[in-house]
């Protein structure tokens, strides 16, 4: 067990936990530089195979950090990175929660909503650019991305479908030694 790691993953978690407004996929980005980047936790790729974990799994998008409290230190690792993303934005919901509900009309509150919902798209789309970039996609990955987010964006067709048929194309050209 490493516990400089693990009490680093604590301390960054806190505050992201914090200015997590708009849900957990808007610290992505941060959690993605800090643990990749910074503290060297893990690497490009194992961050965005855990990240593809968190994401297929049930649950909110900040479930990663507890897969990588387990990368860290095992279940400790995964039980306090959990604990540390989880309690402190809990605290501060259930602190300003009540106040924010009884002003939420006030013209300063609407206009913090407001205000606050672009932020929000910005750091999911940071997000989005962190995980790519932490994958090195292969022209043909970013092709395939590109090609399932329009398709996604376009049509009505659910990601299972194109995940079933991008698991076949790649399946293909892994037997044709083509990636």
């Not at 991305?145 to 698991?167: D, E, H, M, N, S």
Request: aromatic share 8%.
């Amino acid at each position: 067990m490493d516990e400089g790691k693990l009490l680093n993953l604590i301390t960054m978690c806190i505050p992201l936990s914090l200015v997590s407004f708009g849900g957990g996929q808007t610290i992505i980005a941060s959690l993605q530089h800090q643990t990749v980047d910074i503290q060297h936790m893990l690497s490009g790729a194992r961050f965005t195979d855990l990240y593809a974990i968190s994401r297929a799994a049930p649950g909110p998008g900040t479930m990663i950090v507890s897969l990588i409290g387990w990368e860290v230190s095992g279940l400790l690792g995964a039980v306090l990175a959990t604990l540390a993303i989880f309690v402190p934005s809990s605290i501060l919901i259930c602190a300003v929660g009540s106040y924010w509900h009884r002003h939420r009309g006030q013209p300063w509150a609407m206009a913090a909503e407001k205000g606050l919902a672009p932020v929000a798209v910005g750091l999911i789309f940071a997000g989005v650019f962190a995980v790519g970039r932490s994958a090195q996609f292969s022209p043909i990955e970013l092709a395939t991305t590109l090609v399932a987010g329009t398709i996604l964006l376009r049509t009505k067709l659910g990601p299972y479908p194109l995940l079933a048929a991008a698991g076949m194309l790649f399946y293909a050209l892994s037997i044709t030694g083509q990636v």
